[in-house]
Structure formats: structure tokens, C-alpha cells
């Protein structure tokens, strides 16, 4: 489930961000957001993590964490509105799931 998890994640291009639930529906597996979160927690940072994001664009990391992913997605182009990234701009489409 993982693997699948984190092969989803990335093929998010930089500039672009997925909600952890895009991502298990994307890797086939519908329904497990809060795994596709266990997945990243456990990439030890080989995958783009700061693209992954909480239903409606909301970063949730706490603290210095959160302001590292903010930072990070600013750097590449993305846009917050709110306090929340501007999904209508910058959220990924994946094409087609894991089977």
C-alpha cells in the first residue's frame, strides 16, 4: 500500500498539490487518506511531502513543520489564499489510478 502511496506522490510536479486523499485514490486504494499520511511520515524525505496536502488545501503539520511545507510550496509558484493553498490554481489531477 505504501509503495503505491508514495509512487503517487511523485508524480506531483513541482508547483502543483495533491490532498492525502487524491493520493490513496490514486495508488487504488480510495478511503485512506490517514495512510497516505503514514506513508510520507515513513519516506524519510526522499519524496516532494510538502505537495501533500489536507482536504481543501489546508497544511496540516503543526509548527515549524507546517511553516517548512508553506515555505517550500511558495518557493515553487504555489499560492495561498486565506491561509490555505489556492487549489483551483494548483491542485493535480492524477489521469489514471493504481489498479
Same mark, same amino acid.
Given at each position: 500500500m505504501f509503495i503505491k502511496?508514495?509512487?503517487a506522490v511523485r508524480r506531483i =510536479?513541482?508547483?502543483k498539490v495533491a490532498t492525502y486523499g487524491a493520493v490513496?485514490?490514486?495508488?487504488? !486504494? =480510495?478511503?485512506?487518506?490517514r495512510q497516505a499520511a503514514w506513508a510520507l511520515r515513513d519516506s &524519510?524525505?526522499?519524496l516532494p511531502w510538502h505537495r501533500v496536502l489536507a482536504a481543501g488545501g489546508r497544511i496540516a503539520l503543526p509548527g515549524s513543520a507546517g511553516m517548512e511545507q508553506r515555505v517550500r510550496? &511558495? !518557493?515553487e509558484g504555489v499560492r495561498f489564499r486565506s491561509g490555505r493553498v489556492w487549489m483551483?490554481?494548483?491542485e493535480f489531477h492524477f489521469r489514471n489510478h493504481a489498479r
Open positions: 502511496m508514495r509512487a =510536479p513541482k508547483g490513496a485514490q490514486a495508488a487504488g !486504494f =480510495p478511503g485512506a487518506a &524519510e524525505g526522499r510550496l &511558495e !518557493f483551483a490554481q494548483h
